[in-house]
DNA sequence: TACCGAATGCAAGAATATTTCGCGTGAAGA
DNA sequence: TCTTCACGCGAAATATTCTTGCATTCGGTA
């Protein structure tokens, strides 16, 4: 796999397959090198390269929740008490280290968190806060907006080409 | 790749691949019938089963944004005067329309709208709001969120397993 | 008990990915 | 200007992975 993660250059061929490859991974370095004119090899090594370089983080497979009954998706904005350093860093690990909190930001404005959650059931939900927000004193609030309707997922980044 | 999407049932071992297939799809199907106790064809078996079912949504590369000059993650809350079918279909569909806005929710609660937008530059963004917010009738008003941190991103599903 | 459908493993064949090698290009220095 | 060197390319060979056909097994059912 990488491991190193320097900071390199792209050019518009990099920048090319990557639009290739953030919308389907699977598609083959041939038909990746015919689009954006280059031979499968020259292909193989760059995407080697941006793996290497954590230009690309992942390659995974996008599931979906209301299939694997996991129907209910939350956004939360939370709002904590002291933001010292040391109270912030606990309260990342915590939620990151939660299966249900699928993304989760520490942001500037009215709230500290902002979070996407998904789980199976509100009852689900409701257990949740009550162990994530209610069971910790550094959470002054929070507020919970339920997704009726997933208009628009993905983790795509707009690229210039 | 896969067509039809009718909602299948899922065993224990669909779950166990697909919880290997979210962290990373291009682990090979020995490897993942070697982890559940199958076949290298039953896995891809079931892998194609579900993406004919559209339990596999895509198969994709997570790019690290700041690497590709989009430093800035935003999350916005929109609040719409009118709340008709018609103007909520529009918004909808203007929203996921702009490559920038890389997660939509239609929402309950204080806000009809929360997204994650990506931009290269503040005043990216303050270029797309007013043609985005300001510049259409229906939005009442919106919030704004600046990402200080990215503590957790994926699309992963919590699967009980 | 006998049958039938579904899912499996094995093995062969096809497609894909990866490595190797030699060539051309462009930049830095003599 | 010439030489050298580093870099990235394409073509071909190699290795790996994916895919398919087929016989078998396991449950459920008449």
């Known amino acids: 796999m990488a491991q190193a993660s320097p900071s390199i250059a792209l050019d518009a061929f990099d920048l090319a397959i990557l639009n290739i490859l953030q919308r389907d991974n699977s598609t083959p370095q041939r038909v990746i090198g015919e689009a954006v004119n280059l031979s499968a090899p020259a292909v193989q090594r760059r995407i080697r390269r941006m793996e290497e370089a954590r230009v ?53 404005g009215e709230a500290d968190f902002v979070m996407v959650i998904v789980v199976p059931t509100m009852t689900a939900y409701e257990a949740l806060t009550r162990r994530l927000f209610f069971g910790n004193n550094n959470v002054k609030r929070f507020r919970t907006f339920v997704a009726m309707d997933r ?11």
């Open 56 to 108: 690309i983080q992942a390659n995974v497979a996008v599931v979906d929740p209301a299939q694997v009954g996991q129907p209910i998706t939350i956004f939360v904005e939370v709002e904590v008490i002291s933001e010292t350093a040391e109270l912030i860093d606990a309260a990342k690990r915590e939620f990151a280290s939660v299966p249900e909190v699928q993304q989760c930001y520490y942001v500037t």
């Open 151 to 161: 208009v628009k997922v993905g983790l795509a980044v707009p690229l210039s080409d």
